[in-house]
């Protein structure tokens, strides 16, 4: 893999993290802003129109991730097969926390490689 589509990879890799700390951020910034509040009737926030859709995104991005990851690990040659399917079950388990360690360990550190 050539070094930009590593690090666009590695862009879409590190969303759901940043994204869990941004939706909490607005979680918790809706519960405190609105003790004390009533409800007018106008409907949701719009915090939450904005954010359940990202929610849906990321949620269909992680899938997404988990199969290029998968389909990634039985694809090359640098993991040794013994160790392929045990990547592909940390990956589909752990994936916020397994994808980025694999990213660094397997693609990364191989990109230069492949552009030569």
């Known amino acids: 893999m050539t070094k930009p589509k590593a690090l666009l990879l590695a ?62 690990i039985f694809k090359t040659d640098v993991i040794s097969q013994d160790k392929k399917a045990l990547w592909a079950v940390v990956i589909f388990l752990g994936n916020m926390v397994a994808m980025p360690v694999y990213w660094y360990l397997y693609i990364w550190k191989y990109a230069d490689e492949a552009s030569r």
């Open 11 to 72: 862009g879409f890799t590190l969303w759901p993290i940043v994204y869990m700390f941004l939706f909490m951020a607005v979680i918790f910034s809706q519960v405190f802003t609105g003790m004390g509040t009533h409800p007018t009737g106008d409907g949701m926030p719009l915090a939450f129109k904005i954010i359940f859709p990202l929610h849906f995104l990321t949620m269909l991005e992680i899938f997404a991730l988990i199969a290029i990851y998968i389909w990634h």
